[in-house]
């Protein structure tokens, strides 16, 4: 079988020892970084040395079918530096190929940044999405939060320090100035850091320059449309036009996503041009 291994997320106390029990019997190891692997294994005192095969973003695809194939006959450990394989990380390939292939896939549960950013947030938890790692370009980034401005739950995301304050300023605009969110820094490491307040006060924190791995937490939206201004919904409208889209189906789009009116939207954004 397939057995999904989740790692510490930065304290090596938080391996579990079902994962040690594991890697001390383990005759394959699948590893995102196979130097990272053999650090971990050496640092919790493991002797084992199994085969190691380098699975990563770059080459899953293309290994996924030999994977496959190497768990028919025996088990294959999977690892990626922190956390949960296939969860924003390397692993859903290897997944998906399995379940096609009829091979077994388990996982060893484990340390989860995304369950922890939302347990120590205290924003709601009884229902959230994971947005992953918002895209690099702004246009992009600002249409997605535009996307998401209605939506109902508590959201997740990553993000690396340095695009840090531009994402929570994208925020801002698209999912209002005042909605409420956290940042949570370092989690489960020397310098843990978990900081509260409005996505516009974050982002000001934020552009004093931030260090370290970084989880999102946001607030759902009320539903009632007022976390985004006319203003703003008109400058989303605008922007999806400027990137392709019809006037109206422009208008439309926005209008789901933030409870504002298609109507008003759409002249707002008409009268701007």
Same mark, same amino acid.
């Given at each position: 079988m397939i057995v999904l291994a989740a790692t510490p997320i930065g304290n090596l106390g938080d391996a579990s020892?079902? #994962? $040690?029990?594991t890697l001390s019997n383990a005759t394959v190891v699948a590893a995102e970084d196979t130097r990272t692997a053999i650090? #971990?294994?050496? *640092?919790?005192?493991?002797e084992n040395r199994p085969r190691l095969i380098a699975l990563h973003e770059h080459n899953e695809r293309a290994k996924a079918a030999e994977v496959v194939e190497l *768990?028919? +006959?025996? +088990? $294959? $450990? $999977? #690892?990626? +530096?922190?956390?949960? /394989?296939?969860?924003? +990380?390397?692993?859903?390939p290897l997944v998906e190929a399995a379940a096609a292939a009829g091979v077994t896939v388990t996982a =060893?549960?484990? /340390?989860?940044a995304v369950l922890m950013a939302l347990a120590v947030s205290g924003l709601p938890t009884d229902r959230f999405s994971f947005e992953g790692f918002p895209t690099r370009k702004a246009g992009e980034r600002r249409r997605l939060f535009a996307s998401l401005a209605g939506e109902q739950r508590t959201m997740v995301?990553?993000?690396?320090?340095?695009? =840090? *304050?531009?994402?929570l300023t994208d925020m801002a605009a698209g999912f209002g100035a005042d909605r409420r969110a956290v940042v949570c820094r370092e989690l489960t490491k020397l310098y843990e850091e978990v900081r509260r307040g409005s996505v516009t006060e974050l982002a000001e924190w934020a552009a004093e320059g931030v260090k370290g791995e970084i989880c999102i937490v946001v607030e759902a939206s009320s539903g009632s449309g007022d976390d985004v201004s006319l203003e703003d919904g008109v400058r989303l409208v605008l922007e999806r036009v400027a990137a392709g889209s019809r006037m109206k189906e422009a208008a439309a789009a926005v209008a789901d996503a933030t409870g504002l009116s298609k109507r008003d939207l759409y002249e707002g954004a008409l009268a701007a041009r």
């Open positions: 020892r079902r #994962l $040690v029990e650090h #971990l294994m050496r *640092a919790l005192g493991i *768990a028919r +006959d025996e +088990d $294959v $450990v $999977v #690892l990626t +530096d922190a956390g949960m /394989p296939a969860i924003s +990380d390397p692993g859903f =060893l549960p484990g /340390p989860s995301f990553f993000e690396s320090p340095h695009r =840090l *304050a531009d994402t």
